[in-house]
């Protein structure tokens, strides 16, 4: 079984969320992405 997490939009995102949000790993696989 696979297992998926939702994303929870914050009020504020450190420095790590950032960047991995700009590589594509915030949303997974498959989702809508920026280019």
């Given amino acids: ?6 994303f929870v939009p914050q009020s504020q995102y450190d420095k790590a969320e950032l960047v991995a949000c700009g590589m594509g790993e915030l ?9």
Wanted: hydrophobic share 35%.
């Fill in 1 to 6: 079984m696979t297992e998926h997490t939702a």
């Fill in 27 to 35: 949303f997974g696989s498959g989702n809508a992405q920026l280019p």
